[in-house]
């Protein structure tokens, strides 16, 4: 036989070396008709190729049945579900000009067509109804919470761009924007949100009517229906399942869809069974650009919200972080109006549970500090501090990938893996390599990533009240230290200042390191007043006695280009050390700028680093940027200060002393830490200040005797100056009772001052003494014009000024205590 031919010939090779047989091939049996078939394998059931392709897909569907008939899908069929999904999705996709929403169909437009759903809608605006048009007669498909896989493939097939890089991430590009674009984006302003929200300067909150609105959904919306498939995802926001939030996000890419598949929380075919109408809906037409000519639009792109609507709008841009930031801000807006703080931070949890906030801009190191092996973490960008403790907002994590490495953040490294959506990345055209040190596209590369890639993720993503509250600035002048201790008002500056620095080369044009303040550490997003988000922190934190610090992450020993950057492996020490507890009894040296507490060592962090004026060899140099710097925090806490904190405003002078370094009731020198601050706050709300004069007028100053304007004035210095006396009430807080401060502010800036020898703090040197000196009491200065024929008795102004240079003035109060006296270090000229 044929077999045994083969084995006796494979006995024996050329050579005459003895081999083992190979398994004989499978015998062919012939059959009475003649058909001859391979006995090695069952025939497949198949009788076509596309039954056999059929049969390589397994159709999932839930198993656990739902508790009880609650929710809109509960207790149907399966075809009735899908129906109810279909129609739910054409009401969301429904035109303002036309009384229904496209047909919709479920499945790729190269699929089987299946049944279709077309339904009515009512709409909050009268219009029109056109009863045929080209969108009403075409299906659309609906390609609905597509898997990773299934949104691989039609990326890859359908999306120039699209690629697998050699650890299964999905490369792609986002198109002309590579960022966000927070200037084009505008929230509609309505009788509700013309009180509620934050409008005017400094806030990002750009102003839209509903027409215009209306008119960039219905252009958002004829584009969506005028494709063959558009992509719906239904997920959640929000871990804590009582304050959970549901949103529907459709979209024309695949790369949209996986990329909110990552970040936002994905359903169980349970809750997906139990969905039904979503509290809050994104139209993602980011390849369509809006129409300039229409009102309010300044450029092709806008993004939209309507708060109203429960509605957001995308044009003009096919970046993916305007999803995830239109909802973060959808969620500072929703939150507090259930007494929940929303808060752009990282967050982690020790094996013993105690939990820290990571509040951050780019740069500065929160996804980092946050993602770290010996904790678990809960979040790294965005989270809710409710009366159940902290959760995550997302289901995923969106990390910076620039100049990425195993070694430095190894959990950041290992997720970019099969399912990571890698944004704008560069790599290598035949091994699929990423470069993560490569700009050619953008700096701003990305990863997205769902957060359980993240080996010591919690799941799910929610934890106790948080022990530690970090505020991390990369301070690129490097005059901040290390680490330092903050009091509550401390904290609630440095929250709503939200410092960082840009170096050079970050932006274009930026030369030198440039402060930027971002208030509540996410300017872009918020939606509220900056000091009703600080006022919630602030009642939290009392009331489960949460510690807060700023870490600074940037530079030491001199500022960008002269100086270094902190070593990552000291700011770990540091972090270290605040989780463990053992930083709470360190020692502590209060800073004259800025009454930072600094502790004087930690272990694993050189001792000479932790006081940065230490590591400056240009001692000068050092001082004079620590007060340029200074200054920089003064000018923007100005836009805050026509807002008070808590019932009888004392909080917000503890916060503006901060500020300056003039804690209340804090100890100077050295000591065992900060004392506690003096004022307990009972209930965080926030008021409108009021600027009434009564509040002045009880203190307010009697007239003083006109005196005559000679060529020199009776203190012996020039004429046009300030003549200083002590308060004629003895106050000592400024009391400001100025007039028009146009008429105030030339002379005292443009002329040298003096004081009277009785006036002269014991131990000073000289009668006259120019105004720099620092006397730590208040004083009233009246204003002597020119001429005495100048001077109208009935018109005279008169104002208390601060002579410590706390600039109070006018309607502002001196941030201190009734029993301590100014004790800030200023130079210079009398602020005005």
């Given at each position: 036989m044929l077999s045994e031919s083969l084995g006796e010939d494979m006995a024996a090779n050329g050579n005459?070396?003895?081999?083992?047989?190979?398994?004989?091939?499978?015998?062919?049996?012939?059959?009475?008709?003649?058909?001859?078939?391979?006995?090695?394998?069952?025939?497949?059931?198949?009788?076509?190729?596309?039954?056999?392709?059929?049969?390589?897909?397994?159709?999932?569907?839930?198993?656990?049945?739902?508790?009880?008939?609650?929710?809109?899908?509960?207790?149907?069929?399966?075809?009735?579900?899908?129906?109810?999904?279909?129609?739910?999705?054409s009401a969301s996709l429904a035109s303002l000009t036309r009384g229904t929403g496209p047909k919709v169909v479920r499945g790729d437009p190269a699929g089987k067509v299946q049944p279709v759903a077309h339904v009515a809608h009512h709409h909050h605006v009268e219009a029109p109804t056109i009863s045929v048009s080209d969108s009403s007669l075409k299906f659309t498909h609906v390609l609905y919470n597509l898997s990773p896989a299934e949104l691989y493939e039609q990326a890859i097939k359908y999306e120039k761009g699209s690629f697998i890089t050699a650890t299964g991430a999905l490369a792609t590009l986002s198109g002309a924007k590579t960022g966000r674009s927070p200037r084009d984006k505008r929230v509609v302003i309505d009788d509700s949100t013309r009180e509620e929200l934050w409008w005017g300067k400094g806030s990002p909150n750009i102003e839209m009517d509903e027409h215009t609105f209306m008119v960039n959904?219905?252009?958002?919306?004829?584009?969506?229906?005028?494709?063959?498939?558009?992509?719906?995802?239904?997920?959640?926001?929000?871990?804590?399942?009582?304050?959970?939030?549901?949103?529907?996000?459709?979209?024309?890419?695949?790369?949209?869809?996986?990329?909110m598949h990552n970040m936002c929380i994905r359903p169980t075919p349970e809750e997906l069974e139990n969905f039904g109408t979503p509290d809050f809906t994104i139209y993602n037409a980011g390849q369509f650009p809006c129409n300039r000519y229409t009102h309010y639009m300044t450029s092709s792109t806008s993004i939209d919200l309507n708060?109203?609507?429960?509605?957001?709008?995308?044009?003009?841009?096919?970046?993916?972080?305007?999803?995830?930031?239109?909802?973060?801000?959808?969620?500072?807006?929703?939150?507090?109006?259930?007494?929940?703080?929303?808060?752009?931070?990282?967050?982690?949890?020790?094996?013993?549970?105690?939990?820290?906030?990571?509040?951050?801009?780019?740069?500065?190191g929160k996804t980092t500090l946050s993602t770290d092996h010996n904790r678990y973490l809960i979040g790294d960008d965005e989270h809710c501090w409710s009366d159940n403790g902290v959760s995550n907002i997302e289901g995923g994590c969106y990390a910076k990938c620039i100049d990425l490495s195993r070694e430095k953040e190894p959990d950041i490294w290992n997720a970019i893996k099969f399912g990571t959506v890698l944004e704008n990345i560069v790599f290598d055209e035949h091994t699929r390599e990423v470069d993560y040190s490569d700009k050619s596209?953008?700096?701003?590369?990305?990863?997205?990533?769902?957060?359980?890639?993240?080996?010591?993720?919690?799941?799910?993503?929610?934890?106790?009240?948080?022990?530690?509250?970090?505020?991390?600035?990369?301070?690129?002048?490097g005059v901040l230290p290390p680490v330092s201790k903050l009091s509550l008002a401390q904290t609630m500056y440095h929250f709503i200042s939200g410092y960082?620095?840009?170096?050079?080369?970050?932006?274009?044009?930026?030369?030198?390191?440039?402060?930027?303040?971002?208030?509540?550490?996410?300017?872009?997003?918020?939606?509220?007043?900056?000091?009703?988000?600080?006022?919630?922190?602030?009642?939290?934190?009392?009331?489960?006695?949460?510690?807060g610090w700023l870490v600074n992450t940037g530079w030491?020993?001199?500022?960008?280009?002269?100086?270094n950057r902190i070593k990552l492996p000291y700011t770990r020490k540091i972090i270290d050390a605040i989780h463990s507890g053992s930083l709470l009894?360190?020692?502590?040296?209060?800073?004259?700028?800025?009454?930072?507490?600094?502790?004087?060592?930690?272990?694993?962090?050189?001792?000479?680093?932790?006081?940065?004026?230490?590591?400056?060899?240009?001692?000068?140099?050092?001082?004079?940027?620590?007060?340029?710097?200074?200054?920089?925090?003064?000018?923007n806490f100005e836009t805050f200060t026509n807002y008070k904190i808590g019932k009888d405003n004392k909080l917000t002078e503890e916060i503006l002393a901060a500020g300056s370094g003039r804690s209340v009731g804090a100890s100077n020198g050295t000591g065992s830490g900060p004392k506690a601050v003096p004022y307990r706050m009972p209930v965080a709300t926030m008021e409108k200040k009021i600027s009434a004069p009564t509040s002045r007028s009880a203190h307010k100053a009697p007239p003083s005797k006109v005196h005559s304007s000679d060529s020199k004035n009776r203190n012996g210095g020039p004429k046009n100056v300030a003549r200083i006396k002590p308060c004629p009430k003895g106050l000592t807080k400024c009391i400001a009772t100025q007039g028009e401060k146009t008429k105030l502010a030339p002379p005292l800036k443009k002329q040298p001052y003096y004081q009277e020898q009785s006036l002269v703090k014991k131990g000073a040197q000289s009668p006259k003494v120019h105004i720099?000196?620092?006397?730590?009491?208040?004083?009233?200065?009246?204003?002597?014009?020119?001429?005495?024929?100048?001077?109208d008795p009935r018109k005279k102004k008169e104002i208390f000024i601060c002579r410590s240079h706390c600039g109070a003035r006018g309607d502002r109060i001196c941030p201190k205590s009734s029993n301590d006296a100014c004790s800030s270090m200023h130079h210079g000229e009398l602020p005005v």
């Open positions: 005459g070396v003895s081999t083992a047989p190979r398994s004989p091939l499978a015998r062919i049996q012939t059959h009475k008709n003649g058909i001859c078939h391979d006995d090695s394998g069952k025939p497949i059931k198949a009788q076509t190729i596309d039954e056999l392709h059929s049969l390589q897909k397994k159709r999932s569907a839930p198993t656990t049945p739902l508790d009880g008939a609650q929710g809109a899908f509960a207790t149907v069929s399966e075809d009735e579900r899908q129906r109810q999904q279909l129609q739910s999705i959904r219905e252009r958002a919306v004829d584009y969506l229906n005028s494709l063959d498939k558009v992509f719906v995802n239904d997920q959640f926001l929000n871990w804590d399942p009582k304050n959970r939030i549901k949103v529907r996000i459709v979209s024309a890419r695949a790369y949209h869809s996986l990329f708060l109203a609507r429960r509605e957001m709008v995308i044009l003009g841009t096919q970046y993916a972080g305007e999803m995830k930031k239109g909802l973060f801000s959808v969620m500072h807006y929703l939150m507090p109006k259930r007494q929940i703080l929303s808060i752009h931070s990282g967050c982690n949890m020790g094996k013993d549970g105690d939990v820290a906030l990571f509040f951050g801009l780019s740069g500065t596209v953008t700096e701003n590369t990305r990863a997205a990533y769902p957060i359980e890639y993240i080996p010591n993720a919690k799941i799910p993503c929610v934890g106790p009240h948080p022990k530690n509250v970090i505020l991390l600035a990369c301070d690129a002048f960082t620095a840009l170096v050079a080369g970050t932006e274009d044009g930026i030369k030198e390191p440039t402060a930027t303040f971002s208030a509540c550490f996410g300017a872009a997003f918020i939606m509220l007043h900056p000091t009703k988000y600080a006022a919630m922190l602030a009642e939290k934190m009392q009331k489960h006695g949460a510690t030491s020993g001199g500022s960008y280009g002269s100086g009894n360190a020692t502590y040296q209060k800073t004259e700028v800025f009454g930072l507490e600094i502790p004087t060592e930690i272990e694993g962090v050189p001792s000479e680093i932790l006081r940065p004026e230490n590591t400056w060899t240009d001692k000068k140099a050092y001082k004079e940027t620590l007060l340029k710097l200074a200054g920089l925090f003064k000018k720099p000196q620092l006397l730590n009491w208040c004083q009233r200065v009246e204003m002597l014009l020119a001429r005495e024929s100048q001077l």
